[in-house]
Nanobody
């Protein structure tokens, strides 16, 4: 079992930045691909970014490309999402997810992931 806990969310003005963290316990994350997803009120959960187990491959949704950066520190069992140039439409609950895989391809489907955190709220005011 892998337990994931997100942190770093909050209220920020448009154009600002936040860094989300996802801390894992239970198992080392070194054998897991990781993803960030988000869900706004009344909408389905959507893919934001993913990173392969080694950190060598990263993928982004078109809506965040160039503004968000996913990274990981396997020695700390933590994954990060640096969010810059935030927009009101980025407002959502952000979830991290883990997928037991050494594959390097893009995993953007929620059903591909084995473990989920409870989420952290990000609110961007205009």
């Amino acid at each position: 079992q892998v337990q994931l806990v997100e942190s770093g969310g909050g209220l920020v003005q448009a154009g600002g930045s936040l860094r989300l963290s996802c801390a894992a316990s239970g198992r080392t994350l070194s054998g897991y691909a990781m993803g960030w997803f988000r869900q706004a009120p009344g909408k389905t959960r959507e893919f934001v970014a993913a990173i392969s187990w080694s950190g060598g491959n990263r993928y982004y949704a078109d809506s965040v490309k160039g503004r968000f950066t996913i990274s990981r520190d396997n020695s700390k069992n933590t994954v990060y999402l640096q969010m810059n140039s935030l927009k009101p439409e980025d407002t959502a609950v952000y979830y991290c997810a883990a997928k037991a895989s050494y594959a390097t391809g893009r995993s953007s489907l929620t059903g591909a992931y084995d473990y989920w955190g409870r989420g952290t709220q990000v609110t961007v005011s205009s």
